[in-house]
């Protein structure tokens, strides 16, 4: 029993030893950032219909006939079954502000993923005509999503080692291998451009473009501790 129990002890100061000695090696951490911008090449599109009345069973039948007036014309534009999706559905009482008086309101919410950028007039307009009255957002989104994080990462991991090569070289000492990497920052996305107020404006006086894409900024930041020879 006591030479197991030296055993053990032998074993536990080796690996103590071992984790000593690795701390103790001469290290360098810095933080590498990368970032790169691209054009979206869709667009996911919210959009409500609202009915309001004073029967809860006529308002309702009211607002599901317009939904499935736009779900048609969805259908017709191109759209496909599974780039649309009812994201919400309510109805209730509004009260007038008199008392006891109230109406009822039905709303439904949707969203439509848009593949082709260039019809996104067209189809917000006759989205318009079949009687959706809200926009809620446009969120533009790049199929190659994956494609660009992962080279953004690998420039972050370029521009840490980049950093510690400017630190070491006036100091005559080299980078060696990565010691421990994590990743410190999150992909950013742009911001939803709002859509709100666009049924005040009269088709007619509206811009032949009223779309801006913009571009879709991704960034990711890592810190990496590297061994110094």
Known sequence: ???????????????????????????????????????????????????????????????????DDVLRFL???????????????????IYTGEKNKF???????????????????ALVMGLVDQGINTISGVEFKATKIEEYKTQVRKLATQDAL??????????????????QISETGSMLYPTLQRAEDFFAKEADAMPQQTLAIGEIEITAQVTISFILE
Do not use: C, W
Request: proline letters at 2%; hydrophobic letters at 40%; aromatic letters at 6%.
């Open 75 to 93: 259908k017709k534009f191109g759209i496909a079954s599974n780039d649309m999706q009812t994201i919400g559905v309510h109805l209730g009482r």
């Open 162 to 179: 980049k950093r510690a090569q400017d630190y070491t070289s006036p100091l005559q000492q080299k980078v060696g291998k990565a010691h």
């Open 1 to 67: 029993m006591r030479r197991v129990i030296v055993a053990i002890m032998l074993l536990s100061f080796g690996l103590f030893t071992q984790a000593q000695e690795v701390k103790s090696l001469p290290q360098i951490t810095v933080s590498g950032e990368g970032k790169m911008k691209v054009a979206p090449d869709y667009a996911v599109i919210s959009f409500g219909v609202e009915t309001q009345g004073k029967e809860a069973a006529a308002v309702k039948k009211t607002n599901d006939a317009t939904v």
């Open 103 to 121: 109406n009822y309101q039905a709303i439904q919410n949707l969203q439509v993923t848009l593949r082709d950028l260039k019809q996104y007039d």
